[in-house]
């Protein structure tokens, strides 16, 4: 089946230190994106990428950084210098089959650091 | 701040009723989606809308879209339990990167 993981499901961090959320999809979507949500809050973009080896800032970059190495994958790491790391985060990718254009969302990570 | 902005944030209404939720947004558009989430969980896709177009159906989903006013609108009719959810609407903008903005959304409790 084709679709978006993410994992953990629940990650829980002490502050200060870093940590790289997962999210790979096989739906060979060019695009793919991180988002970050807050309790009864709408999605903020954190990131996004086009396709690999190149990826933008959205409107919430600072304190975090992400790498595409791959078409599939799109990590996302929360840095220490991330001011409140406790969220919802949300990764999508999204591109064209035929003319149809699609997205789609993984399941989340909810990140709690303590 | 959103480029979607959600109206009305919140809405109550009792089973079998319809359910409108409206969008507004602020820039040139190359489409505009609807998507719904239930609490806790990711996103699901519902609907797009590209910008040449002003109506689209989904089963019991009707969005309009009126790039004049910059706004569309999601009408949920016969409304279900099931329903209840928060409804966010995304766009798209005009060229280059697909850069998608969501809206802060608005959650819909349908009593059964």
């Known amino acids: 089946d084709g679709g978006i993981t993410q994992s953990p499901k629940y990650l829980f961090r002490k502050e200060g230190q870093n940590v790289t959320l997962s999210c790979e999809q096989n739906l060979n979507h060019d695009a793919m994106y991180w988002y970050r949500q807050d309790p009864g809050q709408g999605l903020r973009l954190i990131y996004y990428s086009q396709i690999v080896n190149d990826f933008q800032k959205g409107d919430i970059a600072e304190g975090y950084s992400v790498s595409r190495e791959k078409k599939e994958s799109f990590p996302l790491t929360v840095t220490s210098a991330q001011k409140n790391p406790t969220a919802f985060y949300l990764c999508a990718s999204s591109g064209y089959r035929g003319l149809s254009y699609e997205q789609y969302f993984g399941p989340g990570t909810r990140l709690t650091v303590t | 701040s959103q480029q979607g902005e959600e109206d009305p944030q919140a809405l109550s209404i009792q089973e079998g009723e319809n359910a409108t939720m409206n969008c507004s947004y602020k820039?040139?558009?190359?489409?505009l989606q609807w998507y719904r989430q239930n609490s806790g969980r990711g996103l699901v896709h519902l609907i797009l809308i590209r910008s040449n177009e002003r109506e689209k159906h989904s089963g019991r989903l009707r969005v309009t879209l009126d790039t004049s006013k910059k706004s569309s609108s999601l009408l949920i009719t016969a409304s279900r339990a099931a329903d209840t959810a928060s409804y966010f609407c995304?766009?798209?903008?005009?060229?280059?990167?697909?850069?998608?903005?969501f809206g802060t959304g608005t959650k819909l409790q349908v009593i059964p």
């Open positions: 995304a766009t798209v903008a005009s060229g280059g990167y697909q850069k998608v903005t």
């Open positions: 820039t040139s558009i190359n489409n």
